[in-house]
């Protein structure tokens, strides 16, 4: 189904462009062409039951999503196992994750708020704290190390973290 249509539904009758559409968060190894993931998923629910953190949840038109809430992804493969449709596939490129870390300007620390608690839940030290004058550090992110597990997300105490895709990697609507 055309998310556009879903939106009219919503009371949001305004034209929408497809670059302006929410990009949802798929399951890891989830087709990088979102229409192919949509045809192929037959929402039975299997990968958000094999998931053992409870991160998979059904989505808008009950197809699956991935939240933060709770903790981050280890990538133990268990929803790609349960996934008998090709919705989930070790074929796109061997990467299981292609959202990275996004920063709101809430955050405690761009605030110049003392607060390292997503330096301390990133395990790949993807976000990092610098000097800054004015003796608050400064947060530091490498786009480059982020593996996109989230762990940093259910973290944060004021939700300013969040894991989007990005616009080079977006997939196709």
Known sequence: MDPRRRLFLRGSIRAVRASELPIPLRPPWALDDDARFQLLCSRCDACAEACPHGLLLRGDGGYPTISFAKSGCDRCGKCLSACKTGALSTAMD????????????????????????????????????????????????????????????????????????????????
């Open 94 to 173: 061997g990467q299981p994750i292609r959202w990275h870390v996004k920063v709101e300007n809430s955050c405690l620390a761009q605030r110049k708020v003392e607060c390292r608690i997503c330096a301390d839940a990133c395990e790949p030290r993807a976000l990092r704290f610098a000097i800054a004058s004015g003796g608050v550090m400064e947060l530091r992110i490498d786009p480059a190390t982020c593996n996109g597990c989230g762990e940093c997300v259910s973290t944060c105490p004021v939700d300013a973290i969040t894991m989007a895709i990005p616009t080079s990697d977006a997939p196709k609507v």
